[in-house]
T-cell receptor, first 110, second 113 residues
Framework: RKEVEQDPGPFNVPEGATVAFNCTYSNSASQSFFWYRQDCRKEPKLLMSVYSSGNEDGRFTAQLNRASQYISLLIRDSKLSDSATYLCVVNMLGGNKLVFGAGTILRVKS | EAQVTQNPRYLITVTGKKLTVTCSQNMNHEYMSWYRQDPGLGLRQIYYSMNVEVTDKGDVPEGYKVSRKEKRNFPLILESPSPNQTSLYFC????????????FGPGTRLTVT
């Protein structure tokens, strides 16, 4: 089983739609959680950290469910510019190892 | 401008010919790391370094070497490249380990024939 698993998609949605991605992780001792965005052939960039209480940044909302070991990302009012690959990233407790999911592809169409 | 730079950006080489990919950051970051990205597998950590002269293996270190003689530089060395090392490589740095935001370089696309 992969340490971090994501639905690869692609998710094809119209502009203005709400879309949600889930990510599951296998190590219950995982400590820190992130969503990164990666545009085609470019470097990943931090979208947002994920906090235990959940957090929101504009149209983006991240949730963490430790009991079920999954993280979610909700994007409201999708824009064409949201088209990218979204990477779920987990830091393992006590270590300096980051584990990346393979990514979920989002395509927003007009 | 705060950034992570990598060179070269593109490289085509032949099996067995030693190569080095350089990585440099100008943010005075303690932590640096190397990843490779392959389709369907996501980014996998090769090596990381917590500070000067301190390096540790990641998930896929075989066939790679690193060094951290200066805080700003973290070169990746392939002593004898093989075709299975054809990949997209990213260097990253952060202020404090892997629990905070990672800043990635632009990537190096390596092809080994």
């Amino acid at each position: 089983r992969k340490e971090v698993e994501q639905d690869p998609g692609p998710f094809n949605v119209p502009e203005g739609a709400t879309v949600a991605f889930n990510c599951t992780y296998s190590n219950s001792a995982s400590q820190s959680f992130f969503w990164y965005r990666q545009d085609c052939r470019k470097e990943p960039k931090l979208l947002m950290s994920v906090y235990s209480s959940g957090n929101e940044d504009g149209r983006f909302t991240a949730q963490l469910n430790r009991a079920s070991q999954y993280i979610s990302l909700l994007i409201r009012d999708s824009k064409l510019s949201d088209s990218a690959t979204y990477l779920c990233v987990v830091n393992m407790l006590g270590g300096n190892k980051l584990v990346f999911g393979a990514g979920t592809i989002l395509r927003v169409k007009s | 401008e705060a950034q992570v730079t990598q060179n070269p950006r593109y490289l085509i080489t032949v099996t067995g010919k030693k190569l080095t990919v350089t990585c440099s950051q100008n943010m005075n970051h303690e932590y640096m790391s190397w990843y490779r990205q392959d389709p369907g597998l996501g980014l996998r950590q090769i090596y990381y370094s917590m500070n000067v002269e301190v390096t540790d293996k990641g998930d896929v270190p075989e066939g790679y070497k690193v060094s951290r003689k200066e805080k700003r530089n973290f070169p990746l060395i392939l002593e004898s490249p093989s075709p299975n090392q054809t990949s997209l490589y990213f260097c990253a740095s952060s202020l404090a380990g892997s629990r905070v935001e990672q800043y990635f370089g632009p990537g190096t696309r390596l092809t080994v024939t």
